[in-house]
């Protein structure tokens, strides 16, 4: 954020230890707001305290700064506060002065936290940001003018959520109208769709747009301009003029999507589903297989694969997916899971995740794949589970705990949770604790959850994609897992990949990964092999 008269500009700055102003006994980096000169200079520093800060914004004047910060052991998410001083450049240097918080976090000893994101300052310089308080990221709007008082006022709520969860910095869910209006987006039953909100009437209306997912608004007089995207077509650059009554017009898209050369016949529509699980409710994207060249046999219902997001504190993007529409239109069913600890569903839903990871997923998986099952939406005798990352440590808990699946293909999977402690990056470094429990005093449940404790349990086919540059999950944890399984006479393939780290990069690595895990499905579950695409080796299937 920059000062009007563009003089300086105020940001984070991460500093790692033995750099300028960091104790070199530090033992991670420090995140601290500063003033940079715009035109070049030594960064000066305004405040050094909480253990992370982001999200500075500077008032219409210049004069007032507000700012998110928390600290260990809270992911954003857990509780965060909103921060606010006055922003000082009469002396020699830029100051903070009188700093305080405003709300969020932890009050009164409470081990429950607000969550408060995304700040920003409306034309009549008023304050709002997004918090959780309500169990949903909702609006809210300090009354006065300039310095915030009294206490903020929820605007347009309800069972939605307006923000997402802060991995990183620099999301915009709500923009400013010149006419009193602020215009927004909003998350419902895992799908986003755009509002508007109007300060004089205090009024909320939808604005009909073509988007299923919505992200970095913004906004010119009365034009809000997005990035959107839908079921049926790849995230873009989308603006549109805002009338009175939320009336849209003049939808334009200002830089086309990439060309995916696809039919849409041969687009398969996601469907938002809810679902029972053990106790309480799920959610996910469902998409039946389509190709308008083939049709399955009479009575024959197809394989479905069950995919997991990453994070876990994340949610199935609800935006066309090359990778998904790859299996639809070969004939398999997909549902994108949202297991509970998944966002965009409210806070409660999101906590249920809490000291539950390995559980509360694998169950959600399951009985998504059940709910299909007997719906008659998929073949409950070929079901198979899939994910990466985070998602690959579901897929691999859920084939050691469950026989329900028929395969399963992890995508640099986390197998043993006690690595993950060791991770150097600050933003994650204690983000375990509340997924599973305290370190070291809770090792015993980390021993217990991770996967690479009981490959004795696994008998169901598994392909493993691993790339050999991998700092995250060591390419010896998947070798582990391959050499249980061979041991055991389980079939399975493992495919490793010079040059990739933990996520693939390269484009025929991509495709191979996809042709070689339809080749393994081929296989292990019985149906014709593709002709176009080598087979994968697969061992011990006999």
Known sequence: ???PDRRWIVCVQEARPGEAEVDSAATEAVNRLVAVPATGGIPVILRQSADFVMSPRLDLSGELLAWVEWSHPDMPWDSSELWFARFDVGGLEPALAGARRLTGGRRG????????????WDHDNRLWFCSDRSDWWNLYHYPSLGV???????????????ALPAWVFGESRYAFLTDNRVVFAFRSDGVDHLGVYDTSERRMDRV?????????????????????????????VVSTVIGRGGASSRLETMRPG??????SALLSVGQPITYPTDGGIAHGIFYPPTNPDFVGPDGDRPPLVVTIHGGPTSAASPELSLRTQYWTSRGFAVVEVNHR???GFGRRFRNELRGQWGIVDVADCIAAAQFLASAGRADGKRLVIRGGSAGGFTTLAALTTSDRFSAG????????LALLMSDDHKFESRYMESLVAPYPEGAATYADRSPINHLDELSAPLIMFQGLDDKVVPPAQTRMVADALAARGVPYAAVYFEGEGHGFRQAPNIRRCLEAELSFYAQ???FPHPDEIDPVVVENLG
């Not at 000893?109 to 920003?120: C, F, K, L, M, N």
């Open 109 to 120: 000893g409470s081990s429950e936290g607000e969550s408060i994101v995304q700040p920003a």
């Open 341 to 343: 600890g998944s966002t």
């Open 208 to 236: 009909s747009v073509p988007c299923t997912s919505i992200r970095q608004v913004r906004a010119w007089q009365t034009t809000a301009i997005f990035i959107g995207g839908s079921f049926t077509s790849e995230p873009t």
């Open 409 to 416: 293909c992890s995508l640099y999977g986390v197998a043993d």
């Open 1 to 3: 954020t920059m000062t």
């Open 524 to 526: 292990v579950l019985w």
């Open 148 to 162: 915030p008082s009294g206490d903020p006022v929820a605007v347009a709520s309800g069972a939605y959520e307006v």
């Open 258 to 263: 990439p060309d995916a050369s696809l039919s």
